[in-house]
């Protein structure tokens, strides 16, 4: 891991390979780590980037509240610190696909294309925002194993958690070693997001959204109604996969990723 400092905080990330820019925006409440079977095989073509976002991880930082916006803005000062002016392709999962979103509204002159897997472009119902505000409450109380062990029989399909592959385990550790005041922070943040749907025509750039087959967070079909209203974006769905789809099915992931590119 290397760390360079971004406004006011001190961001740590991965930084493999040379071409084109390919950044990769973990999930919630994980970090870079997630993107272990996409990083060396994309660096062979790409120069590949991988920052754990302000707090998660090797990162610094926390607050009460952190935006999907202030994950983009730090994300624009990573590039920009590292003297990246050419547009990338911004790669994000779950909560990195609302920080893309973002990313796009406010840095839209910074971006090539976009990759999205196993998210979602509406907001939270209110019953959602009130359950992760209870939540961001909770784990400030209890700590983060609470969350680790409620997430996890979500994230992967059923099959990956009876054969409980290694990284299910390094899933859950991540998770439960995140600081509860950045899980709350993010979980207060991910509330109260914008609702993006109507924007969806308006993202002209190449898109590729892909989603585990049986992944129960964000649904198959919602992410290819997603991708019909974007005009230039192409869905695929993982099969075999929940929504950790790029650690679940690594080759079928980065074969999509790699003929995108």
């Known amino acids: 891991m290397q760390r360079i400092t971004v406004g006011e905080v001190e961001l740590a990330y991965v930084d493999k390979g040379s071409g084109q820019v390919v950044l990769l925006v973990h999930g919630f409440p994980l970090d870079h780590s997630m993107w272990s079977g996409q990083i060396d095989v994309l660096a062979v073509r790409n120069r590949v980037i991988a920052p754990d976002l302000r707090g998660f991880g090797e990162s610094d930082g926390q607050g009460e509240t952190t935006t999907m916006q202030q994950f983009a803005a730090d994300l624009a000062g990573l590039l920009e610190a590292l003297e990246i002016r050419e547009p990338i392709t911004l790669c994000g999962l779950s909560m990195g696909g609302y920080v893309a979103w973002q990313f796009w509204k406010h840095h839209r002159d910074r971006l090539a ?112 109604t997603v991708a019909a209203a974007m005009p230039e974006a192409m869905f695929h769905v993982i099969y075999g996969a929940g929504h950790m789809s790029p650690l679940e099915r690594p080759e079928r992931v980065n074969h999509l990723i790699l003929d995108f590119l």
Not at 164 to 191: E, F, N
């Open 113 to 224: 294309s976009l990759i999205l897997c196993d998210t979602r472009a509406a907001s939270d119902t209110p019953e959602g925002a009130q359950g992760r505000l209870t939540l961001a409450d909770t784990v400030l109380a209890e700590g983060a194993l609470p969350v680790a062990d409620s997430m996890l029989p979500k994230l992967f399909a059923p099959k990956t958690l009876e054969s409980r592959p290694p990284y299910v385990d390094a899933t859950k550790q991540v998770m439960a070693s995140t600081q509860p005041t950045t899980i709350a922070a993010a979980l207060r943040g991910m509330a109260e997001r914008p609702d993006m749907t109507a924007e969806l025509p308006n993202i002209e750039l190449p898109a590729l959204l892909v989603c585990g087959e049986q992944d129960v967070i964000t649904p198959a079909d919602e992410m290819r």
